[in-house]
């Protein structure tokens, strides 16, 4: 039972555009949710995160948005750059925060074309 | 910023050996850390939780015979896949969270390939 899901395997966005990357989940008791960015044989890199009490978070180029009703999140990069060509992972986790453990979505490949 | 550091970063052993993968928190301490496995494609898959100074908590269809988990200090805790086979090959991942509100922060992983 996939409880996060990324629907999108890939995209490819032009250097300059807007890259939008969504995620879905089922389990409404998740109240924080997290997005990461991975190379290949490395760990993931924290980005962004967003608390269930919010429906938006900005952090420079990164904004990440929550419809709870929907139970979808998706995160803006604009403008993206070549640098952001990495896997991102969308995560879930539940009651309190991150202390706990994270559910991973199963990722979507950016490609930022030059 | 938060540093964890993941030790050592690609295994090939034979079938039926014992491998230890090391987790630090290099300047910070972590009562919890988190042992994820990553196949080619997927997505992280969380494997356990590992708690300093007590038993581990493994996820479902994990075993804990299989995948020994130590945390013996607040800075260290040690994956050992023991007698591994080749269908323990994967990309195993460690996480801790520095506390003071901060999400998880995650090693660079251990490729480990079984023969």
């Known amino acids: 039972d996939q409880q996060v899901k990324q629907n999108s395997p890939s995209l490819s966005v032009q250097e300059g555009r807007i890259s939008i990357l969504n995620c879905d989940y089922t389990?409404?008791?998740?109240?924080?949710f997290l997005w990461y960015k991975k190379y290949p044989a490395e760990g993931p890199t924290f980005l962004i995160s967003?608390?269930?009490?919010?429906d938006k978070n900005e952090d420079g180029r990164f904004t990440v948005f929550l419809n709870k009703s929907a139970k979808h999140l998706s995160l803006h990069i604009v403008p993206s750059q070549p640098g952001d060509s990495a896997v991102y992972f969308c995560?879930?986790?539940?009651?309190?925060?991150?202390?706990?453990?994270?559910?991973f979505g199963t990722g979507t490949l950016l490609a930022v074309q030059p | 910023g938060a540093v964890v550091s993941q030790h050592p970063s690609w295994v090939i052993c034979k079938s039926g050996t014992s491998v230890k993968i090391e987790c630090r928190s290099l300047?910070?301490?972590?009562?919890?850390m988190f042992w994820y496995r990553q196949f080619p494609k997927q997505s992280l898959m969380l494997m356990a939780t590992?708690?300093?100074?007590?038993?581990?908590?493994?996820e479902q269809g994990v075993e804990k015979d299989k995948f020994l988990i130590n945390h013996a200090s607040l800075t260290l805790s040690t994956l050992t896949v023991t007698s591994a086979h080749p269908e323990d090959s994967s990309f195993y991942i460690c996480?801790?969270?520095?506390?003071?509100?901060?999400?998880?922060?995650f090693g660079d992983g251990t490729r480990l390939s079984i023969l």
């Open positions: 996480s801790a969270r520095p506390g003071g509100g901060q999400p998880q922060h």
């Open positions: 389990n409404s008791m998740f109240d924080y």
């Open positions: 967003i608390s269930s009490i919010k």
């Open positions: 995560a879930a986790s539940s009651y309190g925060g991150a202390t706990n453990k994270l559910i």
């Open positions: 300047d910070f301490q972590a009562t919890t």
């Open positions: 590992s708690n300093e100074g007590s038993k581990a908590t493994y």
